[in-house]
């Protein structure tokens, strides 16, 4: 008898679970492990200073979309000032592995997981790339190929095709995040120059020792744009203007790279703008920028593509205002 | 003679670098280090392997070692499938579904991911065949999983239900057990290695007429290198029946692949 009724409370339980599932919006979980090779952690085990500032960037995103939306991207110090300080002290910290980012931001990835797991699958990527340029593998680019085959083979792989990224930042809500924080955008900013950067020098040094030496003085400019963000910049850096030679043996992955990248600032400037002062709009138009313009998915009818013939963005950066005095020093 | 051998269990347990972590750093498994998991599964195409040993400090009867392997593989979409077995020393004197060789297969099915409306879920299904000593009949269980997090809190609950086979003499012929726990990144925001949990469970007894096991756990976890994780933990089943754990501790790793 008693089997009996746990039995109908385990049906209730799920029941309840049911129609609750079915009033708010499911979404699965589709986590997918990274794609297996030998070559796995290489940078983690040959480069260790180059993968702990990758460690360090990867807390920065999570921080800052959990800060903007705890705050309502109201409070300019909270931001500028406690979440990028928090974000400098943990780069400091000198992690050795990547940090948990659903520690990092729990509400964020309650509001919009498949914009994360979109970023998860380009963040593997990205590490994949780099294992495979540090690695003593011979046939590098065959293993590229290989990656970025399973790469594409998610449903959350963002295109390989050319977007044009001046018109992904004419959103009515463009701009707003670099606008309203423009310390923390730079920062930002330079997490992706650092990101994009060490593909050519890594690919031209020939040992291990000599990318160990290459990469120093990536590093320090870095820490320069850390200590100084570089606020007089206007665009993100682009993966054809510091690893020139790898955006052209590689340009699908360079156009992953530079679409993720825009993809960061198009939700960071979702979650700054008051034009969207809900969480629910935030989630939905993060959602619809994602699926309709980013995934690959949408290729077909995404009117963001530069088609062939199309002005493209070579050139275009370091991007200055008139007037301003720098760029991208050391690269 | 049974508290020096407690004291070496809980020595050795000091003496190991505290460790543990799932392969994922966010999942937590059943036993690693202890009995909750969460609603998510591990990552489509990874494999892991867990291995624990568990001290358990009867408070009538010998003490028990408990070897825990287990193999975890993401095999499909938000789906992981397991094979595992407990053995034990002292294995005749082991009453109720968990024998000592019984060869488990299990499937956890995570329903979805957590939003900001709606926990994370999951269902498991696992069947025991009796391949251990002194064990008759394929017994199932089925459990019921959500993990809901506040902050950086994360908070769980496990209910499940057991049916045995073939059960024998006195022994239930299904039983139910519930398990809360919590958990929290230890060391946030500078360090994402360590995540500590705390339990607190009740069961029905293995035989009819006893009072349910109930009591509670802690753990920690710790990340060791990218593909290791090094769990320990300790806890107590504080009313029960007579052979109840007064005592037990753990210490297990998990390597991911």
């Known amino acids: 008898m008693r089997t009996r009724q746990l039995l109908a409370l385990f049906g209730v339980t799920i029941l309840i679970a049911g129609v609750t599932g079915a009033c708010a919006p499911v979404e699965q979980r589709d986590k997918r492990f990274y794609y297996r090779a030998l070559w796995n952690f290489a940078l983690r085990e040959n480069l260790q200073e180059l993968d702990i500032e990758f460690n360090g960037v990867d807390f920065g995103h999570s921080n800052l979309y959990e800060n903007l939306l705890l705050t309502g991207a109201k409070d300019v110090p909270a931001i500028e000032d406690r979440a990028r300080k928090e974000t400098l002290r943990f780069i400091d910290s000198r992690p050795v592995l990547n940090p948990n980012e659903e520690a990092i931001a729990p509400t964020y990835m309650k509001l919009a997981w498949k914009a994360q797991n979109t970023f998860d699958e380009a963040h593997a990527l990205h590490r994949a790339t780099y294992d495979i340029y540090v690695s003593d593998l011979v046939e590098k680019e065959d293993a590229i190929r290989k990656v970025v085959a399973f790469y594409r083979n998610s449903k959350y792989s963002i295109t390989s095709k050319p977007l044009d990224h001046m018109r992904l930042d004419n959103f009515p809500y463009s701009k707003s995040f670099r606008r309203k924080f423009p310390l923390f955008n730079a920062t930002i900013w330079a997490y992706h120059y650092l990101q994009v950067v060490v593909y050519d020098t890594l690919a031209a040094a020939p040992n291990l020792q000599s990318k160990q030496k290459a990469v120093e003085p990536i590093l320090r400019t870095y820490h320069g744009y850390l200590d100084k963000p570089p606020v007089e910049w206007t665009f993100m850096p682009m993966t054809e203007e510091l690893s020139p030679k790898f955006a052209a043996e590689y340009p699908e992955v360079a156009n992953i790279f530079n679409n993720l990248h825009m993809m960061h600032d198009n939700i960071s400037d979702i979650l700054t703008t008051d034009l969207l002062p809900t969480w629910e709009e935030k989630r939905e138009e993060i959602y619809r920028v994602t699926q309709a313009y980013y995934w690959a998915s949408a290729d077909v009818t995404n009117p963001f593509i530069i088609r062939d013939g199309e002005p493209t963005h070579t050139g275009s950066t370091p991007a200055i205002e008139p007037g301003a005095t720098g760029g991208h020093s050391g690269h | ?257």
């Open chain 2, 1 to 257: 003679m049974k508290r020096s051998t407690a004291r070496i269990a809980i020595l050795l347990l000091l003496m190991v670098p505290t460790v543990a972590w799932a392969l994922d750093h966010d999942n937590l498994d059943p036993n690693r280090p202890i009995a909750i998991e969460d609603a998510y599964v591990v990552p489509k195409g990874e494999i892991g392997v867990e291995g624990g040993i568990l001290f358990s400090d009867r408070k009538q009867g010998k003490s028990r070692f408990v070897f825990q392997p287990q193999l975890i593989i993401g095999a499909f979409d938000n789906t992981q499938l397991e094979l595992s077995s407990d053995v034990q020393t002292d294995p005749r004197s082991v009453v109720g579904d968990d024998k000592s060789g019984n060869l488990t297969i299990g499937a956890l099915y995570n329903l979805n991911t957590e939003t900001l409306s709606l926990p994370a879920f999951a269902a498991r299904v696992q069947l025991g065949f009796p391949t251990g000593v002194n064990a008759k009949g394929v017994d199932t269980a089925l459990t019921g999983v959500m993990t809901r997090s506040f902050g950086q809190w994360r908070t769980h609950v496990n209910v499940g239900y057991t049916f045995l086979g073939s059960p024998q003499g006195l022994e239930r012929s299904g039983a139910y057990r519930v398990v809360a726990a919590v958990s929290y990144p230890l060391g946030y925001p500078t360090s994402f290695r360590d995540t500590i949990i705390a339990n607190a469970f009740t069961r029905q007894s293995d035989l009819v007429g006893q009072r349910n096991p109930t009591g509670i756990g802690i753990g920690l976890r710790h990340q060791v290198s990218s593909r290791v994780v090094v769990d320990v933990g300790i806890g107590s089943e504080l009313i029960g029946p007579a052979d109840r754990s007064v005592f037990f501790s753990t210490i297990g790793l998990s390597v991911g692949f």
